[in-house]
Nanobody, 123 residues
Framework: QVQLVESGGGSVQAGGSLRLSCAAS????????MGWFRQAPGKEREGVGY???????MYADSVKGRFTISQDNAKSTLFLQMNSLKPEDTAMYYC?????????????????WGQGTQVTVSS
C-alpha cells in the first residue's frame, strides 16, 4: 500500500502562486508515475500533470507554462508549483500514484489517492 497526504492549499488572488506538496509513504519504491489532479464542483476530475520515476513530466494544456511538477530525490515528496493562478484553477487538488509504467492524465490509471487540498483563486 501507498499512503499520500497533500498539503499547501489555500486562497490566493488571481496572478498569485501556491506550492502544493504530497508526502508519500509505504511501498513507494513500487511507484512509477505520480500525478496531480483537480476537481471543481460539478465537474469531473481532470489530470493536471504527472511525473515519472525518471523525472519525465507531462502537463495538461490548460496549465502548461504556469504549473511545474517536481519530486525530491528520495521520491517521497511530490510538488506542484502553481504560478499565474486564474479563478478557473479553483478546485480540490489531489495527488495520485500508480505502479504501472504507462503514465497518463487519466484518473482511472492511478491506484492510490490522497485526500485532497483545496485551492481557491479569487479574481
Amino acid at each position: 500500500q501507498v499512503q499520500l497526504v497533500e498539503s499547501g492549499g489555500g486562497s490566493v488572488q488571481a496572478g498569485g502562486s501556491l506550492r502544493l506538496s504530497c508526502a508519500a509513504s509505504g511501498y513507494t519504491d513500487r511507484i512509477y508515475c505520480m500525478g496531480w489532479f483537480r476537481q471543481a464542483p460539478g465537474k469531473e476530475r481532470e489530470g493536471v500533470g504527472y511525473i515519472t520515476t525518471y523525472d519525465t513530466t507531462m502537463y495538461a494544456d490548460s496549465v502548461k507554462g504556469r504549473f511545474t511538477i517536481s519530486q525530491d530525490n528520495a521520491k517521497s515528496t511530490l510538488f506542484l508549483q502553481m504560478n499565474s493562478l486564474k479563478p478557473e484553477d479553483t478546485a480540490m487538488y489531489y495527488c495520485a500514484a500508480t505502479p504501472t509504467t504507462y503514465c497518463s492524465l487519466g484518473p482511472s490509471q492511478y491506484n492510490y489517492w490522497g485526500q485532497g487540498t483545496q485551492v481557491t483563486v479569487s479574481s
